[in-house]
């Protein structure tokens, strides 16, 4: 478990400023709070740097009391940030209940701040003993500097954190948008692609009629998570060869093998948009119709099997039929991490299945995989220094032949050529621990705090969830992740290429896939969800995972989500984020949704994905936080009015599959009143005629 330390850094500095400011007006503070912002001022850098040590390595598992004391310094500091963002909510609504439409250019905290002293000097020096939200400030101050003032236990930590975090913040600062990437990831895998090669030419002997799957072959990649069986078959999916191929496909599976949504990515490869919402019977008749008669490549990546032999059969045959239609030397290509799953398809299509096996890089070709990752972007690549060649020679016997391991620790290395980081990266224990998860752990502990943030966030997506670059920029910058001293969209830019170039994202490179979509690599997913896990947590709809849950989570997405389980999120009392997956409509999904309207004030970010929902109840307009709301796959016919109540608001996502759903005349409610607001993405039927704020 580890926790990012963004938080102690700018949200600390505009608790203090907020406070600061008001204090400096000299209005009906009670004796002592100047002294506690000046204790919590001084303390303010020490907390920084011990926030920061505990993220290194496993320091935060060997100091008693650390985790613990950091999680009341976090509660701490987001209460104290809520009760500041009501404030400025409250100056909101002042303005333009005053009709006051200018838009001022000081930051958010600076004007909290005449805010607060605004309202002391109406109410008089007694403000403490009438206004309750005042109170509210002064107890959210206590709390803070007491939990600060524990500090003081952990400063043995500091002796060189606040040098490791000075260079840390020079490598972002310096991190070009424009710097390369690594030109080939392939490395060491010439023999095995040359064997898929050669299975994709051969011809087949069946002829059409000898069997149900005749004039189908199938090949399956075997191997561990992270030896590279899905970059394999992205350089033969590119491959010219594969031209011969009538029709191409990609199909990312995972352990939740859903044969309806399998041929719905199916179709969506064939056709370039998602099909619209139909049985599994029609998805399997429009298949067959697509693949009639034609010769196909299809590549299934990332399968697993089931508990339930006799249930995976079942599934198989239900996938496979309709592709039983193609023409001769159709080929499919499956990646897996078991041998069983081949075994498994042998006795569905009663032929044999050709096999694959991915083992570990041999040392010279991890290395030269770890080097073109370490070197990206290096003027002479082919000559880097002497001394941080034998590092890194040093340093691959311990990857276990991992190709990931090598790209994520190459990624570690870059952008910092200086000797002493490359040992302590060589030297750091997790390596010694010759176990996968613990290898890609180094990853993102050697991230900048607040691309750690960044990152952590994304471990909230569930595994093999596919996302966009401009909506998870925006997400980000609706937490509050990227600080507004400058253009918030480009920090944000540079954050995610460097994620990208240290092989913490990955690009979606299939041809069928028309949208500019990212995700994370399985295994840094599962091994980051754990390492995140009382920050970020994405569950399915069942109790247990409920339970398994810690209070102190920030950011949820629920799977398959149902009202009886919703009905559990009003006990994470800090979620600042919320995503919720339904794929059933016999449920009373409208009710479920205003109990986490009524429970869940503090949210600041709202994805909702509802296939039959069609009405958003006022009740939403409780969110006084919300930043971000997206609403996808629904049949809305218009948005609740209360929306424009919510002053902080500055993304609006309306997302319908459904062509010709009507929408009312006044879809959209009046959003001249949202004066933060920087986006908006309605259907094009949508007419919005919004009057300039």
């Not at 295994?523 to 970020?536: D, G, N, R, W, Y």
């Amino acid at each position: 478990m580890e926790v990012a330390g963004w938080f102690v850094g700018p949200i600390m500095n505009k608790i203090i400023k907020a406070c600061s400011d008001y204090l400096v007006e000299q209005v009906g503070w009670r004796t002592g709070m100047k002294k506690k912002l000046e204790r919590l001022r001084e303390n303010h850098p020490k907390i920084q740097a011990v926030v920061f040590a505990a993220n290194q390595a496993k320091i935060i598992d060997q100091t008693p009391g650390l985790k613990e004391w950091i999680w009341q310094l976090r509660d701490a500091v987001d209460e104290a940030n809520d009760v500041l963002d009501e404030f400025e909510y409250m100056k909101l609504k002042e303005q333009l209940s005053k009709n006051i439409g200018e838009t001022k250019e000081s930051t958010a905290f600076s004007e909290s701040s005449r805010f607060l002293i605004e309202r002391a000097r109406k109410i008089g020096k007694s403000v403490f003993n009438v206004d309750p939200n005042l109170k509210r400030l002064e107890a959210v101050v206590k709390k803070l500097g007491k939990v600060s003032a524990d500090v003081s236990t952990f400063l043995h930590l500091i002796d060189s954190a606040k040098l490791e975090q000075q260079e840390q913040q020079r490598q972002l600062s310096e991190e070009r948008e424009t710097g390369s990437f690594p030109t080939n990831d392939l490395i060491g895998r010439g023999k095995e692609k040359e064997r898929v090669m050669e299975w994709l030419r051969k011809s087949s002997n069946e002829h059409r009629g000898t069997t149900l799957y005749g004039n189908i072959s199938l090949l399956c990649i075997v191997g561990h998570g992270g030896m590279g069986k899905t970059t394999l078959l992205q350089h033969v999916y590119k491959d010219e060869i594969t031209k011969e191929f009538d029709l191409k496909m990609w199909v990312s599976v995972s352990n939740n093998f859903d044969v309806k949504k399998v041929i719905a990515d199916m179709l969506e490869c064939l056709n370039k948009k998602r099909p619209r919402l139909e049985t599994l019977v029609a998805f399997q008749g429009r298949l067959e119709e697509e693949v009639m008669s034609k010769k196909f490549l299809l590549v299934l990546d990332d399968i697993w099997e089931e508990d339930e032999e006799n249930r995976d059969i079942i599934k198989w045959e239900k996938l496979l039929s309709p592709l039983a239609h193609g023409n001769i030397d159709s080929k499919i290509l499956v990646t897996t991490r078991m041998d069983s799953v081949a075994m498994l398809i042998e006795k569905v299509i009663t032929k044999k299945v050709e096999i694959v096996r991915l083992e570990g890089l041999e040392e010279d070709k991890c290395l030269l995989l770890l080097k073109s990752y370490a070197f990206a972007g290096l003027e002479n690549r082919q000559n880097p220094p002497e001394n941080l060649r034998d590092i890194a020679g040093e340093m691959v016997k311990k990857l276990l032949g991992f190709p990931l391991a090598a790209k994520v620790i190459g990624g570690v290395l870059s952008k910092n050529l200086d000797e002493s980081h490359w040992r302590k990266v060589l030297e750091n224990n997790l390596l010694d621990d010759k176990y996968i998860h613990s290898i890609l752990r180094l990853s993102y502990i050697f991230l900048p705090n607040p691309l750690q943030n960044c990152f952590a966030f994304c471990c909230k997506f569930p595994q093999y969830h596919l996302f966009n670059r401009d909506d998870l920029l925006q997400m980000w910058i609706s937490l509050g992740f990227i600080q507004p001293s400058q253009g918030i969209e480009d920090i944000g830019e540079r954050y995610f290429d460097v994620l990208l170039k240290k092989a913490l994202f990955d690009k979606v490179k299939y041809d069928c896939i028309v949208r500019d979509d990212y995700k994370m690599h399985d295994l840094i997913h599962e091994s980051a969800s754990k390492f995140f896990a009382q920050e970020c947590v994405d569950v399915l709809d069942d109790e247990k995972s409920f339970l398994k849950i810690s209070e102190t989570i920030r950011h949820l997405s629920v799977l398959n989500a149902k009202p009886y389980i919703l009905s559990k999120i009003e006990k994470f009392k800090h979620l600042h984020s919320l995503f919720l997956f339904y794929k059933v409509s016999d449920e009373d999904i409208c009710s479920a949704l205003t109990k986490i309207f009524e429970a869940s004030t503090n949210l600041w970010l709202l994805y909702v994905f509802a296939p039959y929902l069609k009405v958003i109840l006022e009740e939403i307009g409780n969110l006084k936080h919300l930043r971000y709301l997206k609403i996808v796959g629904c049949s809305l016919t218009m948005l609740p009015r209360s929306l424009s109540n919510l002053y902080h608001l500055q993304y609006i996502i309306y997302d319908s599959p459904w062509e010709n759903q009507p929408y009312g005349d006044d879809f959209l409610p009046d959003i001249k009143n949202l004066t933060n607001l920087r986006h908006i993405n309605l259907p094009e039927k949508v007419r919005i005629e919004v009057s300039p704020p």
